[in-house]
């Protein structure tokens, strides 16, 4: 009986090595950073990292939008109510003096005497002459 048992021992211990160097060979394979799932786990890897930083910057951008937006409607907020102010002024001043609608004649219009023909109708004409502004000394309007 005891020999039998024996037996069965190295039968299971065989087994359980077999089975063990299969499991070894396996996961080698599985963690393989070029062909395996280690690799795709690994890319996967740095694209999360990536993505935080992109989701961090855009944060950032939408935090700062936000914040100039609000600068600028403070701003449009207090433009608005100085229109206001000065529209009511408006409504306090004194109606204006009424003044004469009757229009005033028009002088006739003048026909310009026709040219007279000449010798100097042939002559060639000369030329046009256009002066421009300096323009440097203009300040641009804002």
């Given at each position: 009986m005891e020999l039998i048992s024996n037996i069965l021992l190295i039968a299971g211990a065989l087994g359980a090595a077999v089975y063990c160097i299969v499991l070894s060979r396996r996961l080698k394979k599985f963690?393989?950073?070029?062909?395996?799932?280690?690799?795709a786990i690994a890319v996967l890897s740095a694209q999360v990292d990536e993505?935080?930083?992109?989701l961090e910057k855009?944060?950032?951008?939408?935090?700062?939008?936000?914040?100039?937006?609000?600068?600028?409607?403070?701003?449009?907020?207090i433009g608005a109510e100085k229109l206001e102010i000065m529209l009511a002024s408006l409504h306090d001043?004194?109606?204006?003096?009424?003044?004469?609608t009757t229009?005033?004649?028009?002088?006739?219009?003048?026909v310009p005497p026709e040219p007279v023909m000449t010798e100097a109708?042939?002559?060639?004409?000369?030329?046009?002459?256009?002066?421009?502004?300096?323009?440097?000394?203009?300040e641009a309007a804002e």
């Open positions: 963690n393989q950073l070029e062909s395996g799932m280690g690799g993505l935080t930083k992109a855009a944060q950032s951008t939408a935090n700062t939008s936000a914040e100039q937006l609000r600068t600028l409607t403070k701003r449009a907020e001043l004194p109606e204006p003096a009424p003044q004469d229009p005033e004649p028009r002088p006739a219009p003048t109708a042939d002559a060639p004409k000369r030329p046009r002459v256009v002066r421009r502004r300096n323009r440097d000394n203009m």
